[in-house]
């Protein structure tokens, strides 16, 4: 199981969706990762007595792009055509640079000749 967790997005909000103490219950409900911006907040050292790690989302889909290029390569020409206003692979790509995914949307660029 893998758990995304949410920033927020109100000016000056500080609050985190997902605090540290949770991670045991998490990790008994079967999550191996937690992909997060907040990575401060999930250290390693925390992390790996419990066999769960924290990813930033441009490594974690770095990581799943490595494991089966096709599907993911295929979801992102699903994601921007499943939108009402539907959007071409660079312009979902840009979005994703815009998400802070800039590696992931470098290989993704460079793998596609883009």
Do not use: W
């Amino acid at each position: 199981m893998i758990i995304g967790v949410p920033t927020e997005s109100f000016p000056g909000e500080r609050r985190v969706a997902l605090v540290p103490a949770v991670v045991p219950n998490l990790v008994k409900a079967g999550c191996e990762v937690i992909v997060t911006y907040n990575l401060k907040h999930f250290k390693e050292e925390h992390l790996k007595p419990l066999d769960i790690t924290a990813r930033h989302p441009d490594e974690f889909l770095i990581d799943v792009y490595h494991l089966n290029p096709e599907i993911v390569v295929h979801a992102l020409h699903q994601q921007g055509m499943a939108l009402k206003e539907k959007l071409t692979l660079p312009r979902v790509l840009k979005n994703l640079r815009t998400a802070q995914c800039n590696k992931f949307v470098d290989l993704i660029t460079e793998k596609l000749a883009l």
